[in-house]
């Protein structure tokens, strides 16, 4: 079997850059970070706790439960009828698109009020502001970075493919291409869905204000107004894509439409609400956070577990190439497998990328829970976060160091891993396109600090290691039976999985932009929940 050791030589070509598809990445990036530095500075600014704006993200994925439904079960009512060019009955799906947006996120808000009013009276408009910020700042990263992410890899893809044999519908067809050709140069429409995200995030803002007085005021007719305001804009917004192709115009529009609930937000904005003036400074903060985040790094060296989980991963990139060669041998030296040996193919590189992710993906969760379920629990077992938190360490810098020790840990772990599977694969078979593999690598780490994240969170929430563990766990079954499930499974970390075993072989592959993006916010959602608990318990 001819091997690249036989030709005697290691390609390692370097990418070419993109820069549209670059632009695209970091474009994605900022739609599903600026929602988080906005809340951030509204934290500092009036001192409210986060786990208000994790209500607010709440509402708003609980409200998708029974909003999606909804929408289905009209449409197949005949109430709700497709939308195209030429469509009849845009006036009145419109509507009953906008008034079913409209409902159902109002009667999330309502609920979560009532839920959180049980605990303690809401008396100040910065927590309702916060948790329309955690609303429609969730909205903003599904919707603008999620989808836009998926929207881009899939036409990204179609790039100088015959859409007749795409399986595209061919009505269809000319709207797919002038997609194809729009993201492939630059213009301000490429910004639009910033704009867009902007209007929303002000809406859900405004709307959640309006809920709030309903709940202070005691006059039902706000939450009213709320349904009516949010079914006109969603109605507004539906109807003019249908009518227009001018996106500026469109988005015109709506920005006129909002001018009113801008000039309400305003008037109502707490001015006079002033933040703890005792408050660190980011500077400070950042600076205990790096101190945090030293003190992290050399626990991790001291207890071995650097070694430990270098030598595992080391491992996994060894042996898995070893291990796809050595297969057919295996089964001829096993008593009565014989006859299988020879129904097994010549292994390939195919084989040895195989091995490699299923051994990953089999241990990789295991891993991060054995790591990370003490990072907390253990830290109030033994009662020295009492005393790490009053140097004083702020709480979101004493989980945030752990989170971003394990993730440098297992960065460092990836790279030896992803190096030693390339060598060995390059010594046995054809070898790996070295950056599609690199960055099928890159998924699988951001695969594995979503079960990082879920452990800390698990870690946050239980008062000791034993139950930390039995937490992280359920949580990381939760994500593995969720993505069983065909409708979502190309966002769940099942999704990156099944990108990652593409990369690095000749076959061309469809990326999946959506998985990535999604996972990011899993991540964050997680992270910021951890943070959002930690800060209500006395330690």
Request: zero cysteines; proline letters at 5%.
């Amino acid at each position: 079997m001819e091997t690249a050791v036989s030709r005697g030589h290691l390609p390692f070509p370097f990418p070419k850059l993109n820069l549209m598809l670059l632009f695209y990445t970091l474009f994605t990036l900022f739609m599903l970070l600026w929602p988080i530095g906005l809340a951030i500075f509204f934290q500092r600014r009036f001192s409210v706790p986060w786990w208000l704006f994790v209500v607010g993200m709440v509402t708003f994925v609980g409200s998708q439960t029974y909003h999606i439904p909804l929408n289905n079960w009209l449409e197949e009512l005949g109430l709700i009828q497709p939308l195209g060019e030429g469509a009849s009955h845009i006036l009145r799906t419109s509507l009953i698109l906008g008034a079913s947006a409209g409902i159902s996120e109002t009667i999330a808000r309502v609920i979560g009020y009532a839920l959180i009013q049980r605990q303690r009276p809401l008396e100040q408009k910065s927590d309702a502001l916060f948790i329309g910020l955690g609303h429609g700042g969730i909205e903003v990263m599904l919707i603008g970075g999620v989808l836009l992410a998926a929207s881009i890899s899939s036409l990204w893809a179609l790039r100088g493919v015959d859409l007749t044999t795409a399986g595209i519908p061919t009505e269809s067809i000319p709207l797919v291409e002038s997609q194809i050709a729009s993201i492939e140069q630059f213009s301000l429409l490429n910004v639009a869905p910033f704009l867009e995200r902007l209007i929303a995030l002000t809406l859900h803002v405004t709307l959640s204000l309006l809920v709030w007085q309903a709940f202070a005021k005691k006059q039902w007719l706000y939450a009213m107004v709320a349904v009516v305001y949010h079914t006109f804009v969603d109605s507004t917004a539906v109807y003019l894509s249908q009518q227009s192709t001018n996106v500026w115009r469109i988005e015109l529009a709506l920005v006129i439409i909002l001018i009113p609930g801008a000039i309400y937000l305003w008037k109502q904005w707490p001015h006079n609400e002033q933040s703890d003036h005792n408050k660190q400074s980011i500077g400070v903060g950042w600076r205990l956070f790096l101190i945090a985040l030293q003190k992290e790094l050399v626990q991790l060296w001291q207890t071995k577990r650097v070694f430990v989980i270098g030598t595992v991963f080391l491992l996994f990139g060894l042996g898995s190439p070893i291990l796809a060669n050595l297969t057919p041998q295996l089964l001829q030296s096993i008593e009565g497998a014989e006859q299988f040996a020879d129904l097994i193919p010549t292994p390939t590189n195919a084989d040895a990328l195989d091995q490699y992710i299923r051994n990953i993906s089999q241990f990789g969760f295991i891993i991060a829970v054995l790591i990370g379920m003490g990072a907390v629990a253990g830290e109030k077992e033994r009662k020295t976060a009492v005393i790490l938190l009053s140097k004083p360490l702020p709480r979101w810098a004493f989980l945030m160091s752990k989170f971003t020790a394990q993730a440098i840990l297992y960065t460092g772990a990836f790279l030896l891993s992803s190096l030693a599977a390339y060598y060995y694969t390059y010594l046995l078979f054809e070898p790996f396109r070295i950056w599609p593999f690199l960055l099928g690598n890159f998924l699988l780490l951001v695969w594995l600090l979503v079960f990082t994240a879920v452990t800390l969170l698990g870690s946050t929430i239980a008062k000791t290691t034993s139950t930390a563990a039995g937490i992280a766990i359920g949580g990381a079954i939760l994500l593995l039976i969720l993505g069983a499930i065909p409708q979502i499974s190309p966002l769940m970390p099942s999704g990156l999985i099944g990108w990652a075993s593409q990369l690095g072989l000749s076959e061309p592959v469809q990326a999946n932009g959506g998985a990535l993006a999604s996972n990011i916010v899993l991540i964050i959602f997680f992270l910021v929940t951890a943070v959002a608990v930690f800060e209500t318990q006395e330690l």
